[in-house]
């Protein structure tokens, strides 16, 4: 097995690159044929997953965050390839789903020690996802913490929370026309999460029920909701009970479609985009990812 590491400096604030002596260590011990590289910016480790495997390697590791490991997915989508992930970000939602820990140590002995198995690929606006997609609140909540709050030394879910705190006063939701396979309806959500895996922005359980291999996309639409009631149903969402509350509409499907008013943000496994028109399909089985 050749192995491939992509380490994204920038993702963790630092981890990443903090991460690389133990990441060396423990594949030297495992005593596989690995290498490593390092990437220079935005949309580096897509081109770089790719040279990979043109370079013979079998399995290619992100070693970042969600973004880190959609680029990756997104070089080695549609080609034989196995995805790993060294979880050294901010949220590591691709490495709950797989039940990848976050010590570093433990996820490259997953690499080492885990089996591949197929899980489904999602695809929007011209690009693959591997995990969620969130469109309205909480992507420009994603927008604020990436982007306004860089600084702060806190990671996951509780820097979501003060972006959430920090976004409320300005958000206005817009309307939606949304599409599940043959249900149509035309809302004005708070927002409109479309996930193959269950957690996003650090292990909100956003679709609680969702299994990566099952060919279906869930997805949950909360309707829009004042500052209060949003604070209160909050943290529903750390534990997946926001399924049951009034507002909220979960629905499967393997097709989604979104046309928006106005152009909105969306998070895709971390990144952040603006579209008004969004036509969701789904590749099942379409990636193959180590576990434990």
Excluded at 39 to 51: H, Q, V, W
Excluded at 80 to 93: F, R
Excluded at 119 to 142: K, P, Q
Excluded at 208 to 232: H, K, N, Q, R
Aim: glycine content about 10%; charged content about 25%; some cysteine.
């Amino acid at each position: 097995m050749r192995v491939k590491v992509i380490v994204n400096p920038m993702a963790g604030r630092g981890r990443a690159v903090r991460a690389i002596p133990v990441i060396c260590r423990t594949l030297e011990k495992g005593k596989i044929d690995f290498d490593m590289y390092i990437t220079k910016g935005p949309g580096d480790a897509i081109a770089a997953a790719g040279r990979a495997l043109d370079e013979g390697y079998d399995v290619i590791a992100a070693a970042g965050g969600d973004g880190t490991t959609n680029e990756v997915a997104n070089g080695i989508a549609g080609r034989e390839a196995i995805l790993g992930v060294i979880p050294c970000g901010s949220g590591n939602d691709m490495a709950i789903s797989l039940g990848i820990p976050r010590d570093v140590e433990r996820a490259c002995r997953v690499i080492l020690e885990g089996r591949p198995r197929k899980r489904d690929l999602g695809r929007v606006i011209d690009r693959f996802f591997v995990n969620a997609v969130g469109v309205g609140f909480d992507a420009t909540v994603a927008r604020t913490a990436s982007n306004d709050l860089r600084w702060l030394p806190v990671r996951g879910a509780a820097l979501y929370v003060i972006a959430v705190l920090k976004t409320l006063a300005e958000y206005s939701a817009c309307e939606m026309r949304l599409t599940v396979d043959e249900k149509v309806m035309t809302v004005r959500p708070l927002l409109v999460a479309v996930g193959i895996g269950k957690t996003y922005a650090g292990g909100m359980r956003i679709v609680p029920d969702a299994e990566p291999d099952d060919g279906l996309y869930d997805v949950c639409v909360i309707e829009s909701m004042g500052s209060l009631e949003t604070l209160y149903n909050l943290p529903k969402v750390f534990v997946g009970s926001h399924t049951k509350v009034e507002k909220a509409t979960m629905l499967r499907g393997r097709y989604v479609s979104i046309r928006s008013s106005n152009p909105v943000p969306l998070h895709m496994d971390g990144e952040v985009f603006v579209q008004d028109e969004m036509e969701f399909t789904l590749v099942p089985g379409g990636l193959r990812a180590i576990y434990p």
